[in-house]
């Protein structure tokens, strides 16, 4: 597959600056490409069930994406066998989609990805056979025992042993017409979404793991970007604004996935939700390490409502030109 680059992503390194206010994209900017126009999220791993006997909830975070025809899997959720059991219950075959995205390398966005891979292979020899990941994906963690914590590096053998292939992104690029995977994320803001538990061993040298490869899709319609991010280790603000420049500096109409901003300060959650107002946030969908009462606050801050912004569950969706279908859990 020929993937077209747009321009050469910022370096992975590069300090955080100041907080520069930023223009809000008020309406949709001229477009030099193909929108997309039939778009669904639907969510297959993260904390909450959303209707009885019909998903099971993990810490870990998993969608399926459908854009004008075309399927991808996002991230593959924290256990072996979570996404598996839960797309069966919710009646959606995986074994069709040949491309996954993984966001970043913790295992609660890896830890389905060989289980799936094969039993679905067993169905299709293609399916889950590519997989979309950002430069540094597989740069060693160490922790504080000097053992190597990358969740993926230690699966990359097994799964290209079943044939399948990594395609490694150091730039925005677009996967399917309207459809674009962000590789690595600038830090122009100081959204300080890591742990720092772990030295990254990076080219440059020893340095924090701040989760440099952190990703995100984007998906461009009439009505504005749709963000999906599975952890957002590199900031929603810093995503969003990446997205803007890169992509088309249109509002934000959706934003699906985790935040991680469970743990964040009352400053910085009003913070963000100030500039995902800016932003144009119409719709929220947010799960896993977004936090429950963060999804609240940006809710009222923004100035959106239950209908409009919920806590995802399991089978929850996104479709636009429809909304969030929250399901029982989250109505």
Known sequence: MRLLSLAAAASLL???????????????????????????????????AGNPN????????????????????????????????????LGIDL??????????NHDDHTGGLLTLRRAMQAKNPAALGRAHVARGIFWPRLNANGSDDNGLLKDRAAYE???????????????????????????TFPERNWSGARVLKAPA?????????????????????????????????NTVTYAQRVVRDAPLHA????????????????????????????YLLGGHCTGIEAVYRIRARAGLTRKNAVVSAVGSS???GKGISALSIAS
């Not at 909830?57 to 996002?74: K, S, T």
Request: proline share 5%; net charge negative.
């Open 205 to 237: 040298g020893d340095l924090e793991d701040n989760v440099p490869e952190d990703a995100s899709l984007v998906i461009d319609t009439a009505d504005g970007l749709v963000l999906v991010s599975g952890c957002g280790h590199a900031g929603i603000v």
């Open 54 to 89: 019909r998903g099971t909830g993990e810490w870990g975070y998993a969608a399926l994406v459908e854009v004008d025809g075309r399927r991808w899997l996002f991230d593959t959720g924290a256990r072996p066998e979570t996404v598996l059991k839960n797309a069966a219950e």
């Open 161 to 187: 042993a079943t044939g399948g292939v990594f395609v490694e992104h150091a730039a925005a690029d677009e996967l399917a017409p309207g459809v674009w995977f962000t590789g690595p994320v600038p830090r």
């Open 95 to 104: 074994s069709t989609i040949t491309d996954v995205v993984i966001t970043h």
């Open 318 to 320: 996104f479709t636009l």
């Open 14 to 48: 590069l300090p955080v600056t100041g907080l520069t206010p930023t223009r809000a994209a008020s309406r949709p900017q001229p477009v030099d490409h193909a929108l997309a126009r039939d778009v669904k999220v639907t969510v297959l791993s993260t904390m909450l």
């Open 255 to 282: 934003a699906i996935g985790g935040f991680h901003l469970f743990n964040a300060t009352d400053e910085q959650l009003e913070w963000t939700a100030g500039k995902l107002k800016e932003a144009g946030l119409t």
